[in-house]
C-alpha cells in the first residue's frame, strides 16, 4: 500500500454510476438469505454465462461498493493489514501530514520505521478513527443535554 500508484483514483463517469445504482439494487436483494455463498452469473464477450460462486460477505462488500459508485463517489479497497504511508494516514484522517506525524510521535497512533519512513497499519488507524469519531459524537450528546438543561433555546 505504499506506492502512491495504488491510491490514484479517478470519480466514475456517468454510465458508470447509472451501473452501479442498477447492480447495487439487483444485487440488495440477494443479501437477505441466510446462505454462506452466492451464486451469480456474469457473461463473457461472447454472450456465454459463467457461474461464479462469492461469499454472501464479499455480495455485501460488493454491494456497498456500487452504493458508493451510484452516489458518484470513487471507491479503493484496502486490505486491513496494509500498511500506508504518513500522507496515506492523513489522506484518510482528513489532517495534514505534520499534524498527522505529530499524532504518531505523541503515541496517539502505533507505527514502525522502515528507513527514515514511518509507515501505519490500517487496521490501527481506522481503530483511532473510530475511536476519535465516538469520543466526538459524545462530546456532542454532552453539549447538547447541556444546552437542553440550560435551556439555551437549541430544541
Known sequence: MTAAAQFKMSLPAEGEVKAAVQGQRALAAYLATQFET????????????????????ALRLLVDILAELADGNAVKVVPVHAELTTQEGADLLNVSRPHFVKLL????????RTGKHRRVRFADLMRYKEARERASEEAMAELARQSQELQMGYE
Open 38 to 57: 452466492q451464486h451469480i452469473q456474469i457473461f463473457d464477450d461472447q454472450q456465454q454465462a459463467h457461474q461464479v460462486e462469492l461469499p454472501t460477505s
Open 105 to 112: 510521535e505523541e503515541g496517539a497512533l502505533p507505527f514502525q
